[in-house]
């Protein structure tokens, strides 16, 4: 089992950067398939970005591509996600999510086990 903590969210203007961590509690963190998601009100979990186990490959939301970049660091048992060039629609809370799945980097949360309590960001206009 893991347990996952968020940090580093915030309010910042359009067009600023934060970088969120995920710190991830266990031996196995090198094991698991990370996940950033978002969600906002009324609306449901949406993916941000992912990165394998191995940090092998990544994916990102074709909303996020190009903005935001998605690293693991397995000594420090943390991912992250920078955030930049943000836009005011990138408001929401952000949760980070691990699964064991080694061959891919899934896009939906049912596939994820388990989550962090999630960090609010909010980029105004």
């Known amino acids: 089992q893991v347990q996952l903590v968020e940090s580093g969210g915030g309010l910042v203007q359009a067009g600023g950067s934060l970088r969120l961590s995920c710190a991830a509690s266990?031996?196995?963190?090198?094991?698991?398939?990370m996940g950033w998601f978002r969600q906002v009100p009324g609306k449901e979990r949406e993916f941000v970005a992912g990165?394998?186990?191995?940090?092998?490959?990544?994916a990102y939301a074709d909303s996020v591509k190009d903005r935001f970049t998605i690293s693991r660091e397995s000594a420090k048992n943390t991912v992250y996600l920078q955030m930049n060039s943000l836009k005011p629609e990138d408001t929401a809370v952000y949760y980070c999510?691990?699964?064991?799945?080694?061959?891919?980097?899934?896009?939906?949360?049912?596939?994820?086990?388990?989550w962090g309590r999630g960090t609010q960001v909010t980029a105004s206009s």
């Open positions: 990165i394998l186990w191995n940090g092998g490959r990544t």
């Open positions: 266990g031996r196995t963190f090198r094991s698991y398939t």
């Open positions: 999510a691990a699964n064991l799945n080694r061959a891919s980097v899934h896009t939906t949360p049912d596939k994820y086990d388990y």
